[in-house]
Protein backbone atom coordinates (compact mmCIF):
# COMPACT_ATOMS: atom_id res chain seq x y z
CA UNK A 1 0.00 0.00 0.00
CA UNK A 2 0.85 3.43 -0.97
CA UNK A 3 1.13 5.01 2.74
CA UNK A 4 0.57 9.34 1.90
CA UNK A 5 -1.70 8.38 -1.28
CA UNK A 6 -5.35 9.54 -1.62
CA UNK A 7 -7.77 6.50 -2.07
CA UNK A 8 -10.51 7.22 -4.40
CA UNK A 9 -11.11 3.20 -6.10
CA UNK A 10 -13.01 0.14 -4.39
CA UNK A 11 -10.18 -1.49 -2.31
CA UNK A 12 -9.41 -3.83 0.54
CA UNK A 13 -6.24 -2.27 2.29
CA UNK A 14 -3.71 -3.64 4.85
CA UNK A 15 -2.78 -0.97 7.66
CA UNK A 16 -0.02 -2.90 9.74
CA UNK A 17 -0.11 -4.99 11.59
CA UNK A 18 -3.27 -6.36 11.34
CA UNK A 19 -5.69 -3.89 10.46
CA UNK A 20 -7.54 -3.38 7.25
CA UNK A 21 -9.34 -0.32 5.51
CA UNK A 22 -12.06 -1.36 2.93
CA UNK A 23 -13.39 1.90 0.75
CA UNK A 24 -16.85 1.36 -1.71
CA UNK A 25 -17.45 4.48 -3.50
CA UNK A 26 -21.01 4.57 -4.66
CA UNK A 27 -22.39 2.05 -2.49
CA UNK A 28 -25.86 4.34 -2.10
CA UNK A 29 -27.09 5.27 -6.01
CA UNK A 30 -26.58 8.93 -6.11
CA UNK A 31 -30.40 9.59 -5.59
CA UNK A 32 -30.76 7.11 -2.72
CA UNK A 33 -27.85 8.98 -1.15
CA UNK A 34 -29.41 12.17 -1.88
CA UNK A 35 -32.90 11.51 -0.58
CA UNK A 36 -30.86 10.16 2.30
CA UNK A 37 -29.21 13.17 3.31
CA UNK A 38 -32.11 15.43 2.67
CA UNK A 39 -34.03 12.99 5.15
CA UNK A 40 -31.35 12.95 7.78
CA UNK A 41 -30.23 16.83 7.45
CA UNK A 42 -34.08 17.47 7.90
CA UNK A 43 -35.93 15.14 10.50
CA UNK A 44 -32.90 14.02 12.86
CA UNK A 45 -32.88 15.63 16.49
CA UNK A 46 -29.11 17.14 15.92
CA UNK A 47 -27.47 17.76 19.27
CA UNK A 48 -24.40 20.15 19.84
CA UNK A 49 -22.26 18.33 22.62
CA UNK A 50 -19.12 18.86 25.03
CA UNK A 51 -16.35 17.15 24.82
CA UNK A 52 -13.78 17.48 27.39
CA UNK A 53 -9.84 18.14 26.22
CA UNK A 54 -6.42 18.69 28.39
CA UNK A 55 -9.22 19.62 31.39
CA UNK A 56 -11.31 22.19 29.30
CA UNK A 57 -15.07 21.47 28.29
CA UNK A 58 -16.09 22.66 25.10
CA UNK A 59 -18.72 22.28 22.22
CA UNK A 60 -17.84 19.59 19.87
CA UNK A 61 -17.53 21.22 16.30
CA UNK A 62 -20.23 19.60 14.29
CA UNK A 63 -23.73 18.25 15.23
CA UNK A 64 -24.28 14.77 16.65
CA UNK A 65 -27.17 12.34 16.81
CA UNK A 66 -26.93 8.59 18.90
CA UNK A 67 -29.41 6.20 18.22
CA UNK A 68 -29.77 2.59 18.27
CA UNK A 69 -31.31 -0.55 20.24
CA UNK A 70 -33.44 0.12 23.33
CA UNK A 71 -30.91 0.61 26.32
CA UNK A 72 -27.59 0.96 24.53
CA UNK A 73 -25.59 4.05 25.78
CA UNK A 74 -21.87 4.92 24.97
CA UNK A 75 -19.57 7.10 27.27
CA UNK A 76 -17.15 9.37 24.77
CA UNK A 77 -14.89 11.71 26.14
CA UNK A 78 -16.87 12.08 29.45
CA UNK A 79 -20.17 12.36 28.29
CA UNK A 80 -22.98 9.41 28.14
CA UNK A 81 -24.47 9.24 25.39
CA UNK A 82 -28.21 7.06 25.60
CA UNK A 83 -29.29 5.60 22.37
CA UNK A 84 -32.43 7.24 21.02
CA UNK A 85 -35.06 5.37 18.16
CA UNK A 86 -33.90 4.25 15.31
CA UNK A 87 -35.09 6.30 12.34
CA UNK A 88 -36.37 3.89 10.10
CA UNK A 89 -33.71 5.08 6.99
CA UNK A 90 -31.13 4.63 8.76
CA UNK A 91 -32.36 1.43 10.51
CA UNK A 92 -32.69 0.24 6.37
CA UNK A 93 -29.26 0.85 6.26
CA UNK A 94 -28.35 -1.38 9.59
CA UNK A 95 -30.28 -3.84 8.14
CA UNK A 96 -28.23 -3.77 4.30
CA UNK A 97 -24.84 -3.80 6.21
CA UNK A 98 -26.16 -6.95 8.15
CA UNK A 99 -27.12 -8.50 4.73
CA UNK A 100 -23.89 -7.87 3.03
CA UNK A 101 -21.88 -9.51 6.64
CA UNK A 102 -20.54 -5.93 6.66
CA UNK A 103 -21.11 -6.22 11.02
CA UNK A 104 -23.93 -6.91 13.24
CA UNK A 105 -24.56 -3.57 14.36
CA UNK A 106 -26.86 -2.05 17.97
CA UNK A 107 -26.24 1.41 17.12
CA UNK A 108 -25.06 4.64 15.06
CA UNK A 109 -23.10 7.79 15.88
CA UNK A 110 -24.30 10.63 13.37
CA UNK A 111 -22.09 13.68 12.55
CA UNK A 112 -23.23 16.59 10.87
CA UNK A 113 -20.37 18.96 9.48
CA UNK A 114 -22.16 22.20 8.28
CA UNK A 115 -19.04 23.87 6.69
CA UNK A 116 -15.24 23.57 6.95
CA UNK A 117 -15.09 24.69 9.72
CA UNK A 118 -16.83 21.81 11.69
CA UNK A 119 -14.16 19.12 12.02
CA UNK A 120 -13.41 16.22 14.11
CA UNK A 121 -10.35 15.59 15.90
CA UNK A 122 -7.14 13.00 15.80
CA UNK A 123 -8.62 9.83 17.85
CA UNK A 124 -9.49 6.02 17.49
CA UNK A 125 -12.69 4.25 18.37
CA UNK A 126 -11.27 2.60 21.07
CA UNK A 127 -13.56 2.84 24.11
CA UNK A 128 -14.13 -0.13 25.83
CA UNK A 129 -17.82 -0.51 25.21
CA UNK A 130 -16.22 -1.64 21.07
CA UNK A 131 -14.61 -4.38 22.62
CA UNK A 132 -11.44 -5.65 21.42
CA UNK A 133 -11.03 -5.33 17.82
CA UNK A 134 -14.34 -3.13 16.78
CA UNK A 135 -15.68 -3.15 13.17
CA UNK A 136 -16.73 0.55 12.60
CA UNK A 137 -18.65 0.94 9.21
CA UNK A 138 -18.72 4.98 7.79
CA UNK A 139 -21.11 6.15 5.36
CA UNK A 140 -20.77 9.04 4.06
CA UNK A 141 -22.91 11.87 2.51
CA UNK A 142 -22.91 15.39 0.98
CA UNK A 143 -19.56 17.59 0.68
CA UNK A 144 -16.37 15.64 -0.15
CA UNK A 145 -14.19 15.98 2.97
CA UNK A 146 -10.48 14.81 4.11
CA UNK A 147 -10.36 11.67 6.09
CA UNK A 148 -6.87 11.17 7.31
CA UNK A 149 -5.35 8.49 8.78
CA UNK A 150 -2.10 8.07 11.32
CA UNK A 151 -0.29 5.35 12.46
CA UNK A 152 -0.34 6.28 16.49
CA UNK A 153 3.29 5.28 16.16
CA UNK A 154 4.51 7.18 13.19
CA UNK A 155 2.55 10.33 12.87
CA UNK A 156 4.43 10.92 9.84
CA UNK A 157 3.09 7.67 7.91
CA UNK A 158 -0.83 8.88 6.40
CA UNK A 159 -3.67 7.29 4.40
CA UNK A 160 -5.70 9.60 3.38
CA UNK A 161 -8.83 9.17 1.60
CA UNK A 162 -11.75 12.01 0.32
CA UNK A 163 -15.20 9.83 0.69
CA UNK A 164 -17.60 11.30 -2.00
CA UNK A 165 -21.76 11.26 -1.43
CA UNK A 166 -22.61 7.45 -1.30
CA UNK A 167 -19.24 6.15 -0.28
CA UNK A 168 -18.60 3.48 2.47
CA UNK A 169 -15.41 3.16 4.33
CA UNK A 170 -14.98 -0.05 6.56
CA UNK A 171 -12.01 -0.62 9.87
CA UNK A 172 -11.42 -3.38 10.98
CA UNK A 173 -8.95 -5.85 12.46
CA UNK A 174 -6.02 -3.97 15.09
CA UNK A 175 -6.79 -0.75 13.30
CA UNK A 176 -8.16 1.07 16.05
CA UNK A 177 -5.16 0.41 18.13
CA UNK A 178 -2.42 1.11 16.13
CA UNK A 179 -4.28 4.21 14.07
CA UNK A 180 -6.00 7.40 14.63
CA UNK A 181 -8.28 9.24 12.43
CA UNK A 182 -9.65 13.06 11.56
CA UNK A 183 -11.89 15.18 9.58
CA UNK A 184 -9.68 18.57 9.70
CA UNK A 185 -10.83 21.71 9.21
CA UNK A 186 -10.45 23.33 5.80
CA UNK A 187 -11.05 27.17 4.85
CA UNK A 188 -12.27 25.94 1.05
CA UNK A 189 -15.87 26.59 0.67
CA UNK A 190 -17.74 23.23 1.35
CA UNK A 191 -20.82 22.08 1.88
CA UNK A 192 -22.35 20.22 4.73
CA UNK A 193 -21.87 16.31 5.01
CA UNK A 194 -23.30 13.91 7.19
CA UNK A 195 -21.49 10.99 8.32
CA UNK A 196 -22.62 7.50 9.69
CA UNK A 197 -20.64 5.33 11.94
CA UNK A 198 -22.39 2.33 12.53
CA UNK A 199 -20.69 0.09 15.68
CA UNK A 200 -21.41 -2.83 18.07
CA UNK A 201 -21.51 -1.77 21.79
CA UNK A 202 -20.99 -3.97 24.50
CA UNK A 203 -22.92 -4.26 27.68
CA UNK A 204 -21.09 -1.86 30.34
CA UNK A 205 -19.02 -4.17 33.24
CA UNK A 206 -19.82 -2.89 36.22
CA UNK A 207 -17.33 -3.09 38.94
CA UNK A 208 -18.67 -5.45 42.05
CA UNK A 209 -19.12 -3.01 45.70
CA UNK A 210 -16.32 -3.87 48.11
Known amino acids: MNFGSTLD ?5 ALPPHGLLEVRPGWLAGDQADQLFDCLAGQIDWQTRTITMFGRTLLQPRLLCFMGDAGVSYRYSNDDYQACRWHPEVLALRERLRAESMGDFNSVLLNYY ?9 HADDEPELGTNPVIVSISLGAVRRFVLRSRHDHGRKVELQPAHGSLIRMSGDLQHHWQHQIPRTAKPVGARINLTFRRIQARRHRPRP
Open 9 to 13: DESVN
Open 114 to 122: RDGQDSMGW
